[in-house]
């Protein structure tokens, strides 16, 4: 069974940094597309980042530039760096791991940017 494990998140100001982790279990990790989305209240959930490997990544807009996802497939680990964060920065965020047709998800982690 797979599982996904977020950590880092809590409370920062806006303008400061936060990285949030995510623990993969599965056998076939360095060949699973890793993502990090968020959902905020009352809004549905977006893609903030995914990453096919350290070449290849894709980033929403409203991080770009901010944000970095990046992976370490030997600890079967995905992170996202976070930057110069906002209050709209404010979400769950949660892993994704999608193998195959396969889509598995964390639980979430709270990020929360505020005075």
């Known amino acids: 069974q797979v599982q996904l494990v977020e950590s880092g998140g809590g409370l920062v100001q806006p303008g400061g940094s936060r990285t949030l982790s995510c623990a993969a279990s599965i056998t076939h990790f360095s060949v699973s597309i890793m993502g990090w989305y968020r959902q905020a209240p009352g809004k549905q959930r977006e893609l903030v980042a995914s990453i096919i490997n350290n070449y290849r990544k894709e980033y929403a807009d409203s991080v770009r530039g901010r944000f970095t996802i990046s992976r370490d497939d030997a600890k079967k680990m995905v992170y996202l760096q976070m930057n110069s964060l906002r209050p709209e920065d404010t979400a769950v965020y949660y892993c994704?791991?999608?193998?195959?047709?396969?889509?598995?998800w964390g639980q979430g982690t709270q990020v929360t940017v505020s005075s």
């Open positions: 994704k791991l999608r193998y195959g047709s396969q889509d598995y």
